[in-house]
Each structure stands twice: as C-alpha cells, then as structure tokens.
C-alpha cells in the first residue's frame, strides 16, 4: 500500500533517504513526544520492503523488514540526545538499576512522563556548571613571588647566612 502511495506521489525510499534522518532536530515549541514520533515514523517509513528496489549487501530482502529492538532502542537514545546531549547520560544515572535488565525502548513510556523533571536536572546541573567555572575564573590567586627563605633561628642568632629552612639547617 506505502509502496503504491510512495511511487504515486514520487516518494520513492532510496538508500540516500535514510542520510535525512541526520536532519531531524528538536524543532521550537515541539514537545520531546511529537519529536519521538517523528523519529519513529521516518525510521518506519525507511524500513526496507521485500522485494524493493533497495539491496543490502547485494541482496534485495524477500520480507519486509521490521524495526528490531536494537533500532527501537536507537530510535530512544537519538530522541533523548536530540532533546538535551546531557539526557542521555542523565536516564542512565537515574534508571541504571532497570536498564540492567529492560531495554531503553521499554522504558521510554516512563522516560516520557517525567522528561520535564529530567530537563529540569540536565539544566540545574549546566546551570551550577556554569556557576563554577564562572567562579573560578573571577578568582584570581597570585602566584608567590620573590618569596625568601630564611631560617628563623640563623636569623635570630644574627648568622650571615640564614636564607635556608629551618628543616634543613646545620646548627651544630
């Protein structure tokens, strides 16, 4: 049925197609569920077909391909990247006890219902980042110049040579 639409309109996949998927970003005012769909909805719509006119490795697929938990998993991973590059590392911070034993496409259904608390945290913590490196560049230490040494007790007794630590001095 999509093969008979796609060639009707001139929508034909092309192994190049699959290249646009790179093009796909977060856009303004869209919300993380409708920029998911859009990920899920071209990588569908680039599955290959059986006997399509695209070949992998030399071979046109007799069935249709099927989105494998692996793409799926994929799929979440650039959405949670497209939406902030630190949420990824964040999801594996918080839900690193269920990923030992689910998928990230399985998880992806509670993932969605608390992304806001999670952008929350991605930009609380970019915020006390900035704070940080803010601070410590508007601290400015001196470094220690012309700094004597002297040996407090060679220079008391009044010996001409005192420029030497205590730790290292020769009173005999």
Known sequence: MWQAIRLHFGFQSTGGHFLEFDTIKLEHGERPEDLFQRLSSFVDDNLLQGGGSISHHGTTPDDDDEATPTVENFIVLTWLRLIHQNLPALVKQKYGTELSSRTLASLKPE??????????????????????????????????????????????????????????????
Do not use: M, W
């Not at 900035?130 to 400015?140: A, D, E, G, I, Y």
């Not at 220690?144 to 002297?150: A, D, E, F």
């Open 111 to 172: 993932i969605s219902l608390v992304i806001d608390s999670l952008l929350d945290e991605v930009h609380a913590v970019a915020e006390a980042n900035v704070l940080r490196s803010s601070f410590k560049q508007s601290v400015h230490i001196q470094p220690r110049q012309n700094v004597k040494v002297t040996c407090p007790l060679c220079k008391q007794a009044g010996r001409p040579r005192y420029n030497h630590y205590l730790s290292k001095c020769n009173i005999n």
